[in-house]
């Protein structure tokens, strides 16, 4: 028995809801993003970890059955905000009756595995090796490993090496966590707030037990309203004047420095919807141009007026301010 406990019962919102019922760029919620790229079929059961008040005012249990259907998912409530992530998956497995392999994972970002794992094991991201900037990196756990890639310690919220915690975190053993838990949990120990750095570490200081780090090349972070703005940033939907670029309508004359700026743009996952006030453009040949230097090119859409203010409209009040003038 192979089970992945998600937990979703910490207090971190995003557009005023539970961050992991909000939607990713593709349309799907992030609950699902969450084990996307995990390899979720290895998989028997699924566990979402969620807060009682969620499941009420948010309908969250219902909205995670509804879109995850494919997957061999369970939702279980917690009634209260715990002390943190560790009593949360305690209170899960206990709740669960779990046995064997577990692997635990939290719901605040993307990461992509290269192959499924198993046993003992904690996945990081080589922040000295990542091309992109990671956000709220003192917020993270950092690992020590050997050359075999062995984890010698994983130290909350202190810099002590170039691995960050991505927050999945494999047991070959249910009953190692159970233990490690209960002897930290213990009155007489001095941790006001226990995380899974603590258990592995007592496990791999105490316990002798063996944890490996597997490194991740893709990581997308939404644990904090700044790095949600970002990720929404990379992977927006912009109305490009297409008038703007082209100095007649042939696409050889199209300027040179806005395709290298269109080209960046692209390489940061942001895509383009084109305009023209032109009736008659070839449009599948500006198109294809496009797409041939790399640039994401959704439509485009020709005979829109020349008018300097163009809206969007994202909700009903924006279209309730239109409709009233404002």
Request: a positive charge; glycine letters at 4%.
């Amino acid at each position: 028995m192979k089970t992945l406990i998600v937990l979703c019962a910490g207090n971190h919102m995003l557009d005023k809801m539970p961050a992991y019922l909000n939607r990713y760029p593709d349309g799907k919620l992030l609950a699902e993003k969450t084990i996307e790229g995990i390899y979720p079929e290895s998989y028997d059961r699924i566990i979402f970890t969620i807060l009682e008040t969620s499941e009420f005012k948010y309908n969250a249990k219902q909205i995670l059955l509804n879109e995850l259907k494919k997957y061999p998912i369970e939702v279980m409530s917690l009634p209260n905000y715990t002390s943190g992530p560790a009593e949360s998956l305690y209170k899960t497995i206990i709740k669960a009756q779990g046995n064997g392999e577990f692997v635990a994972r939290d719901s605040l970002n993307y990461i992509k595995l290269q192959q499924n794992i198993t046993g003992n094991f904690i996945v990081g991201l080589n922040i000295a090796k990542y091309h992109h900037d990671v956000l709220n990196v003192r917020s993270k756990s950092f690992i020590i490993i050997n050359e075999q890639s062995q984890v010698l310690d994983i130290i909350e919220k202190r810099f002590r090496s170039d691995i960050i915690s991505t927050g999945m975190y494999g047991f070959k053993n249910v009953n190692d966590f159970i233990m490690a838990y209960s002897r930290l949990n213990d009155k007489n120990y001095s941790i006001k707030q226990l995380y899974l750095s603590h258990i592995i570490s007592y496990l791999i200081g105490y316990k002798k037990r063996l944890f490996q780090c597997v490194t991740t090349e893709k990581f997308e972070d939404w644990s904090s309203d700044e790095a949600w703005n970002v990720l929404q940033k990379h992977n927006a939907v912009y109305f490009a004047n297409l008038d703007l670029f082209l100095d007649n309508t042939k696409t050889e004359h199209f300027n040179i420095n806005a395709l290298n700026k269109l080209q960046k743009c692209s390489n940061m996952n942001q895509n383009f919807i084109f305009y023209t006030s032109k009736k008659e453009i070839d449009a599948y040949k500006i198109k294809a141009m496009l797409l041939r230097h790399g640039i994401n090119c959704m439509y485009i859409i020709m005979d829109i007026p020349f008018s300097k203010l163009k809206y969007m409209i994202n909700t009903i009040k924006d279209l309730d301010d239109i409709s009233l003038g404002g």
